[in-house]
């Protein structure tokens, strides 16, 4: 099928947006509409007990959910908040839901015809100008050290795809980024073999590999992880906590933490942030008070690149990771 949202009745409200060749069923169509069946996995955190209209669940994050086609598995669509799920089973922190409803009929095409596959032959070896790396963890920023050339066709197919990860490969030439909005680190041409980890808004996550010369690589800096979202924290919670990341966070406020925030003592002081940028969700900084009329002093909206340590994916009552500042990378001038 074509990219389409599910809705709950025709022309009415959409539910679930599915990506182009996501599986449905279909029945019965009504003018230019199928009524259709979409199945997946979600985070069972991220929604909550419901009895509305013999349903059993709704989303609750402000910001939709993903829908898995297995735990922590591919993603087959994203579902919005407050839309009702039917629980179908449970295994760990996920749920396996289904919800009926309703798809554009131009958007929906037979099961059997065959997607098209480039030929392996004209699939172009993954390039990079600036050093690309193979790592899941994108490598630090550095000058210099071009790629010396390209390896073979047959060399550039990925391996195995891992758990969590789908199969693409990018449609034209574009630029690879540290994180989503941030600098750039290398072009990948277009046609070359990735893995989808995880998306950001508009932007997405990819794990490509390829070979660089040897005199390029360098040590990693320090243990700092760039390129995780949110979701990859609340997804994987045990995974990154304890971890450092770089996000680019939005100012908000600077608050005291009270009862709703158990994660954090009371009376701790934190920034209320957006992000990480460009997820629309929000962040909660843990800072020290000595730093704090540093933050105060600056402007509303301002945005801050900090390297943070996750101490919780969400909070009790949010889908809100808590983290504590560890530095200012930049949007500080230098305090």
Not at 133 to 155: L, N
Not at 239 to 263: N, S
Not at 279 to 302: I, K, M
């Amino acid at each position: 099928m074509q990219p389409a949202d599910l809705y709950r009745d025709p022309d009415g409200v959409p539910l679930v947006s599915l990506p182009a060749g996501a599986s449905v069923e279909t029945g019965r169509h009504r003018g230019d509409w199928h009524e259709a069946v979409v199945e997946g996995w979600i985070f069972t955190a991220s929604t909550d007990r419901t009895r509305r209209d013999g349903f059993d669940l709704v989303v609750t994050p402000g910001d939709g959910e993903n829908l898995r086609e297995s735990p922590n598995g591919p993603v087959v669509g994203r579902v919005r908040e407050g839309t009702l799920l039917k629980r179908l089973g449970t295994r760990g922190r996920w749920t396996h839901v289904r919800r009926s409803g309703w798809l554009p009929r131009a958007a929906v095409v037979a099961s059997d015809a065959p997607r098209a596959q480039p030929p392996k032959a004209q699939q172009p070896a993954a390039s990079a100008r600036q050093g690309t790396d193979s790592a899941q963890q994108p490598a630090p920023r550095r000058s210099g050290g071009k790629a010396r050339g390209a390896a073979p066709a047959s060399a550039a197919a990925p391996p195995e795809t891992p758990a969590g990860a789908e199969s693409i490969q990018t449609s034209r030439e574009t630029p690879l980024a540290a994180a989503a909005e941030g600098g750039t680190l290398g072009v990948l041409q277009g046609g070359i073999p990735a893995r989808l980890l995880a998306r950001a808004g508009d932007q997405v996550k990819v794990q490509v590999e390829g070979w660089i010369p040897a005199d390029a690589v360098a040590p990693a800096e320090g243990g700092v992880l760039m390129g995780v979202t949110a979701d990859e924290v609340r997804a994987d919670p045990n995974r990154y906590l304890g971890q450092t990341l770089e996000w680019r966070l939005q100012l908000i406020a600077v608050r005291e933490a009270d009862e709703l925030r158990p994660e954090m003592p009371p009376g701790q002081p934190y920034l209320l942030t957006r992000g990480p940028l460009p997820e629309p969700g929000f962040v909660y900084v843990t800072v020290p008070a000595s730093r704090l009329a540093d933050f105060q002093a600056l402007p509303a909206l301002q945005e801050l690149v900090l390297r943070v340590t996750v101490r919780a994916a969400r909070t009790k009552f949010l889908p809100t990771p808590v983290v504590e500042l560890a530095s200012v990378v930049a949007g500080m001038d230098g305090r």
